[in-house]
């Protein structure tokens, strides 16, 4: 199946080939940028209704089923709504940075999109430092929060954006330390690289992606957590959840702007996800040899679709953190694991010579070792204060 | 352990997500409006009038007595009697209303026309679907709208209903029998009137004939 | 010379000026931040990526971060002036400036980096920069490493006194 595999590079060839050779590169850009542009904003829409409807389902109610079959056309009503409504700015509103603030959100958040392999030989730009790339871009889109806290002249949007970004930059050092341990491990930035490193299985049975060894697992768990907390989705979302301070930094938001943040902060969920798999997860390659016949492309959509299926499922389950728990957890935990994350990962590499029989498992038990035993401490140490409450009127 | 709680938690999301789509009991939703819960029987929301038999003018139970309009709270019921009067169940000529409006937009649902009303003619429908277009006129239920048969009503409130048609029938019987017992005795009455005048009138028998 | 670099260096001059000479002080910040990318631009440009990424990285997503909650967490109320603040002396200041200037251009021009010209531009890639931090200059950094603890240290003991003293 290796035609169905390279079917859109053969295609974005065969395109540029038809263009005069001055005329080329600028058609080769364009084609590589337009279908991120139309696929990933359309798996926005689908996104929001398979969240609608899968919270519904986890809450023991149906979604929206009326708009379209089972509901699927709900998001073009959503849009069609957004497009509609009328676009109010507060008159002391400083305009300027109002107008700008959405797209100061969407644009980095569309260039991260580009240095991310949605399959073999389908990156749009394969550069050498595409990981920094990657957190140089994520970290430009703090500052539209602020500009939109501070445009909206409301003080209680400026103490929404200031929670928001405070929480932004906090979770942003257990994601890049997480990832860290992988570039340590794989020796390079380039992204087509760390993905080449996952491609010889252990076993025809495990594959080699970075998940199944112990500091990949917990990086993986670590980066989930924090990638969770960059994209303000619950538990983390106390910047712009519904009944917190009235939406927070989106407060003086409507219609089409609004619609720009939502999709801003989705593309921004789907592309840190895309980064997670292409990390920890093994990017586009299949997990059994006997797989490969899976066009590459699909399997990367198969791991993002149950990525975000994850993410709505930790959205259903757990209640929102308080700003300062939310702190804690990640200057008090988050932080010095991915810290012993990066001696696992140091020692995992180190240990590559042992000659001892179950070389493997002896490896595999000491660097979990490492990190069990910590957040088992960590566990103890907390637990006095999550003890069981008593309640002394409530039955 | 930490976050013990937390994979519990996604384990009963989980089971609730794969529950909805295979057990009855996890997915509790009723799509108004293809589906409507099953009412209670005792709910109530508006009043209805009741009559017997297949038509409704001649077997309205009403007989304008207008005990309901002075007792509602709100004022809502208004009545106009009628000149022409009508036999009722037990044959008995009563008055009936020529008009008999309800404004279901000032009426609320308290019940009292209901327990005051001697007649069984006024009981509380569970027809709730009564949104109109229009504020005024649509919702001012006049007489054609208000009168619903016996049949309705015993299959909305079962239990009362039959109660209500034991006590009508019971009272039926009582008046029958009455009617009867003063049949009898009238006849009996009559008998012996008749045994009287005879008897008085056997001494000039041939003369005068028994008139 | 090529349009690139015009565009680049047009940009970065324009927004620096802006950074200086607007009256709000929310606009200045944000102009300085469009300086630090057409910055981080030219550094692309001359395909010196580490440096360029890390501009964006650091300057963009932490420096710019800072001033913004600078001014956000001490002006609460928004203090435009109504007129330019335009000093009388306005004319001694140019002057140092293009005093200042003039010395900088010269002590460039004559210095090592110009007089040797390089045909090929060095391919420097990120393990390169790890290699030479991590062997040569390992001092500095691990120095650059106990300032910034210090640093750090330092605000945690600012921030907790101010508690304190409520």
């Not at chain 1, 991310?116 to 430092?129: A, E, T």
């Not at chain 1, 679709?305 to 953190?321: A, D, E, K, V, Y």
């Amino acid at each position: 199946m290796e035609a169905v595999d390279q079917a859109f590079v053969s295609l974005k060839h065969w395109i540029v080939g038809l263009f005069p050779p001055v005329a080329q590169p600028w058609a080769s850009i364009l084609l590589s940028i337009t279908p991120i542009l139309i696929f990933f904003p359309l798996l926005f829409g689908i996104t929001t209704i398979l969240e609608r409807k899968g919270l519904g389902r986890m809450q023991n109610r149906l979604g929206p089923n009326r708009v379209g079959p089972a509901g699927f056309f709900q998001f073009i009503a959503d849009g069609l709504k957004m497009l509609t409504k009328e676009d109010i700015v507060p008159r002391a509103a400083d305009h300027a940075v109002h107008f700008i603030a959405p797209f100061v959100l969407l644009v980095p958040v569309l260039l991260a999109f580009s240095v991310l392999p949605y399959g073999r030989n389908m990156v749009p730009i394969d550069i050498d430092s595409g990981l920094l790339f990657f957190f140089a871009v994520g970290s430009a889109t703090e500052l539209s929060v602020f500009m939109a806290g501070w445009s909206s002249c409301n003080k209680y949007s400026l103490l929404g954006a200031m929670r928001g970004i405070a929480q932004m930059i906090s979770y942003e050092l257990p994601l890049v330390l997480a990832s860290l341990t992988v570039v340590m491990m794989v020796g390079s930035l380039r992204l087509t690289e760390i993905v080449d490193a996952q491609s010889v299985p252990y076993w025809p049975w495990l594959p080699r992606w970075h998940v199944f060894t112990p500091w990949g697992c917990a990086g993986f768990l670590l980066f989930l957590v924090a990638a969770t907390a960059e994209s303000n989705r619950t538990p983390f979302d106390i910047p712009e959840a519904e009944s917190e301070i009235i939406a927070g930094y989106l407060v003086e938001y409507s219609g089409f702007k609004y619609a720009l943040f939502f999709l801003g902060e989705y593309l921004g969920l789907f592309a840190v996800s895309s980064l997670g798999i292409t990390l920890f997860l093994g990017g586009w390659l299949p997990p059994f040899a006997f797989l490969s016949f899976i066009p590459s492309w699909l399997w990367f959509f198969v791991k993002l679709l149950s990525m975000i299926f994850l993410f709505i499922w930790i959205r259903g389950t757990l209640p929102r953190l308080r700003t300062d728990q939310l702190m804690a957890f990640a200057w008090k935990f988050m932080l010095p694991m991915t810290l012993i994350n990066i001696v696992a990962a140091a020692l995992w590499h180190f240990s590559r010579g042992w000659e001892v029989p179950f070389a493997l498992g002896l490896r595999w038990l000491s660097c979990a070792a490492i990190l069990v035993v910590p957040y088992w401490i960590f566990g103890r140490a907390v637990a006095t204060r999550f003890a069981k409450r008593i309640y002394r009127y409530a039955t | 352990m930490l976050g013990s709680g937390i994979a519990k938690g996604m384990i009963e999301t989980a089971r609730n997500f794969v529950g909805s789509y295979t057990d009855e009991s996890r997915l509790v939703t009723v799509e108004y409006p293809e589906e409507r819960l099953p009412l209670k029987e005792a709910s109530r929301n508006f009043p209805f009038l009741v009559y017997d038999g297949e038509d409704a003018a001649p077997g309205l139970r009403c007989v304008a007595c207008q005990i309901c309009e002075k007792e509602c709270p709100p004022q809502c019921i208004y009545i106009v009697k009628d000149t022409a009067k009508k036999p009722d169940y037990l044959g008995k000529m009563q008055f009936q209303p020529r008009v008999f409006d309800i404004d279901v937009s000032v009426c609320m649902s308290c019940q009292i026309c209901v327990e005051v009303c001697p007649f069984e003619a006024i009981k509380m429908d569970t027809e709730y679907e009564l949104s109109t277009s229009d504020r005024f006129d649509g919702l001012l239920l006049k007489k054609e709208d208000l009168w619903k048969s016996n049949e309705y009503y015993q299959k909305i409130h079962p239990t009362e209903a039959t109660e209500v048609d034991r006590r009508l029938a019971e009272e039926k019987a009582k008046a029958e029998a009455k009617a009867k017992a003063d049949a009898e005795k009238a006849k009996a009455a009559a008998d012996a009137k008749k045994a009287a005048t005879a008897t008085a009138a056997t001494p000039s028998a041939p003369t005068s004939p028994a008139a | 010379m090529d349009a690139g670099f015009v565009i680049i260096a047009a940009l970065t001059v324009v927004s620096a000026l802006a950074a200086m000479s607007l009256r709000n002080l929310v606009h200045c910040a944000l102009c300085l931040t469009i300086t630090f990318a057409s910055l981080a631009a030219l550094y692309l440009k001359l395909n010196a990526q580490f440096v360029g990424l890390a501009q964006v990285l650091v300057y963009i997503g932490a420096v710019a971060i800072l001033i913004v909650f600078a001014i956000l967490l001490t002006r609460s109320d928004d203090q435009t002036p109504r007129a330019a603040i335009l000093s009388p002396a306005w004319w001694v200041g140019a002057g140092v400036a293009v005093a200042a200037f003039c010395v900088l251009a010269a002590a460039i021009c004559s210095s090592a980096i110009v007089k040797t010209a390089s045909t090929t531009a060095p391919a420097i890639s990120v393990e390169g920069i790890g290699d030479k931090l991590m062997k040569d200059y390992v001092l500095p950094l691990e120095v650059i490493g106990l300032l910034l603890t210090a640093a750090l240290i330092g605000a945690v003991i600012i921030a907790m006194q101010e508690r304190k003293q409520t």
